[in-house]
């Protein structure tokens, strides 16, 4: 286990106490910055999104102003193009109601358009609006209403880009999600078909009469509007759930909404799908409407500021946490300073005593004793650095007095072994019971057994000079031996060599004959191959002539076929024009009444005679074909013919290159045997070449060691007499 720890201990042992505190506090506080510093970004991310989602209501909300002023001036403009010229003045308030709408929405886009990319497309969109404005009233019924429909498209396309642009689409909480929902899709959705209804059910009002497409357009659009309310009823009971303080305001106007949208159903379905005569007045509609209208604006009126509100103290919450997380952290990191320092400062005043007693005791003073306050490992530190003070000062005593009892013994010692170094050797020291007697027991039992050492070494090295003497006359005899040797093994290698050369030479020759013979036998072999396919690709010839000639044949038959209906079709086109030719007659008879009947009588007759000289050609043809199909069998016949021939000539072919590969086959196996045979005397050759190499050089290696050996009893013989001079200064008792 303390293996694990190793690095961190090798690095603490080598930093002080503040570098050690100072780390500490180092790699506890960065976890701690790291987790603020990504909390404070992820808060500060998490505030800039709810901000911009802020910034896409202040932008919309204007919008829907527009929406709403554009969608009453165009009811206004429909009904002055209708003849009702009193609307005349509600015109001129609603276009300065749209001029405040656009001035409003140049103010907040002038703010806001750059950060939601909104600008261009508000450009766009306002030069459209003021467009309309100004050429509403010069146009048809019909092309108003598709104009303003087609800005009011625009403009819901532009909250939905908005919305987009500003995060609100995103939304992840509950209550704000829904709220956008409403805003940005369910009402503007709402509003946009209730517009489109406006046109066609004034004309059904107008004409007393529904068409089936009618009809079908106001069922699709009811049931559009049915399943938007539903979707808002869902949106507002999860903002309810979700947000019970929001709701109040919202579902007060949500209740106004339902209300009319029931009577707006109620309508709808009453007096128009379900009822068999058109009831309903066009003054009675357009208060419908116009109240459903405004209900769904004043819908979108609480339900902005209320997700406004959301938004808001959804970042002060962010807020309030990021100030309660940061003050923890600071009041966390200054009490780890604060017992840091406390550490820091009861450490430090440890380390300075026991400092102050280690001076004390280098100078001498072992009767130092350490006092600390601490009951940590420090205090047992200094308890054992007393102990140790106390046991080394009554050592240093015992040691002073024993360092002087052995000074003397070896002065004494030293005294007696100082004719040593001479090579007196008729002397031993004397054995006392100090220190130094075992050293001059020691001493005594050395200089009797160096004594026997000379002796021996004197005898040797006579020995040796008379033997290596000896040794030496003998060792350059056997080196002239050798190199005699040495000259006679050369020779022989040389002749080796030349021997393998040609034996190689016969072998690669051997291997060259024996490639060419498998290439012989190959080719054989392909020609074969091609042999036996040309002789299949023939019999396959064959087949298909003969059925050709079998087809032909058919062919010839069916012509004949062809000839009999022919002769059949002649023998109708005979009878018609007969036909043709007595009804002519009796048209004749007929005088004014048959007239009719005799063109038609004429017309059969020239289409008979057409009949016939079109059966006379096609029997022509058929005789033709029938010619050239018997010389086409014929052909067929000979090609057969020359097609056996040829097959024959192939076998023939086929069998003589068989035995040609026979005879190629017999031919290699003979050159691979004799290329067998000259690889082997080859290798046998390079074996004897490497072998009379090996004795070569072993015999130059004798040698050499030889005349090495003999140098080597040379030095031995003047090493002998080194040594006879080396122990000629000892001196030998008796």
Do not use: C
């Amino acid at each position: 286990m303390k293996l694990l720890f190793l690095p961190i201990i090798a690095l603490m042992n080598r930093l002080n106490y503040p570098l050690k505190m100072l780390l500490i506090l180092f790699l506890f506080g960065l976890p701690i910055i790291t987790v603020m510093t990504l909390l404070y970004q992820q808060v500060e991310k998490s505030i800039t999104f709810y901000k911009s989602e802020q910034q896409g209501v202040e932008y919309i909300t204007p919008l829907y102003s527009m929406l709403e002023h554009l969608v009453e001036h165009g009811s206004i403009v429909s009904d002055i193009l209708r003849g009702n010229h009193s609307l005349k003045k509600d015109l001129v308030e609603i276009q300065k109601k749209l001029d405040a709408d656009i001035q409003a929405i140049d103010a907040v886009d002038h703010k806001l358009g750059a950060t939601l990319e909104a600008t261009s497309p508000w450009g766009l969109l306002r030069n459209r609006v003021l467009k309309l404005r100004t050429e509403a009233a010069s146009l048809s019924l019909d092309k108003n209403a598709k104009a303003h429909d087609a800005v009011i498209n625009d403009i819901l396309s532009f909250i939905i880009l908005t919305a987009d642009n500003s995060n609100l689409t995103l939304d992840h909480d509950i209550d704000s999600y829904y709220a956008m929902d409403t805003i940005t899709t369910k009402l503007p959705a709402l509003t946009k078909i209730i517009t489109q209804l406006d046109d066609v059910i004034l004309k059904i009002v107008a004409n007393k009469n529904m068409t089936s497409d009618d009809k079908t357009a106001l069922i699709v659009n009811e049931g559009l509007v049915n399943s938007l309310m539903d979707s808002i009823a869902i949106n507002m009971r999860k903002i309810a759930e979700k947000n019970p303080r929001a709701a109040h305001k919202i579902n007060t106007r949500y209740a106004v909404l339902a209300t009319e949208y029931n009577k707006f159903s109620d309508i709808m379905k009453g007096k128009l799908i379900n009822s068999t005569e058109i009831t309903l007045t066009s003054q009675e509609y357009i208060v419908i409407n116009k109240n459903m209208r405004n209900s769904v604006f004043r819908l979108h009126d609480v339900l902005s500021p209320a997700l406004n509100e959301m938004l808001t103290v959804r970042i002060s919450s962010y807020r309030n946490d990021v100030l309660v997380a940061e003050g923890s952290i600071v009041t966390g990191l200054i009490l780890v300073i604060y017992v840091f320092f406390g550490f820091y400062f009861s450490v430090s005043n440890a380390t300075t005593a026991l400092k102050q007693a280690a001076e004390r005791i280098t100078r001498g003073d072992f009767s130092t004793r350490i006092k600390i306050e601490t009951r940590d490992e420090l205090a047992t530190v200094a308890l054992g650095f007393d102990n140790m003070t106390q046991k080394i000062g009554g050592l240093l005593t015992k040691s002073q007095d024993e360092n002087r009892s052995n000074q003397e013994a070896i002065l004494r010692l030293l005294d007696e072994v100082s004719d040593l170094a001479d090579g007196n050797l008729t002397r031993k020291p004397l054995v006392t019971a100090d220190v130094t007697g075992a050293i001059a027991d020691s001493l005594g039992y050395a200089i009797e057994t160096l004594r026997t050492l000379v002796g021996a070494i004197n005898t040797t090295a006579e020995q040796v000079a008379t033997g290596a003497t000896a040794t030496q006359e003998k060792a350059l005899q056997l080196t002239m031996a050798s190199d005699r040797q040495a000259q006679g093994i050369n020779t022989a290698d040389t002749a080796v060599e030349e021997m393998t050369k040609s034996i190689g030479r016969v072998s690669r020759n051997a291997v060259e004959s024996s490639s060419v013979a498998k290439k012989s036998v190959d080719i054989a072999k392909r020609g074969a191959q091609t042999v036996q396919g040309t002789i299949q690709g023939m019999e396959t010839i064959r087949e298909q002539i003969q059925e050709t000639s079998k087809r032909i044949k058919r062919l010839g038959e069916s012509s004949q076929e062809i000839g009999e209906i022919v002769g059949l079709i002649h023998s109708v086109a005979y009878q018609t024009n007969i036909l043709a030719l007595n009804a002519a007659i009796q048209a004749a008879m007929a005088g004014e009444a048959g007239r009719g009947f005799s063109v038609v009588a004429d017309e059969v007759q020239r289409l008979s005679k057409r009949v016939s000289n079109s059966a006379k050609q096609i029997e022509n043809l058929v005789k033709t074909i029938q010619a050239d199909a018997s010389e086409a069998v014929i052909s067929m016949e000979k090609s057969t013919s020359g097609v056996v021939s040829g097959t024959r000539l192939a076998q023939d072919a086929g069998k003589a290159l068989a035995e040609i590969e026979t005879v190629s086959i017999n031919l290699d196996r003979l050159i691979e045997g004799i290329s067998s045979a000259a690889r082997e005397q080859t290798d046998t050759a390079g074996t004897v070449s490497h072998l009379m190499k090996m004795i070569q050089d072993i015999t130059t290696q004798t040698s050499q060691g030889t005349k090495q050996a003999a140098a080597s009893i040379g030095e031995l013989t003047g090493m002998a007499g080194e040594l006879k001079k080396s122990v000629a200064g000892f001196k030998l008792p008796g």
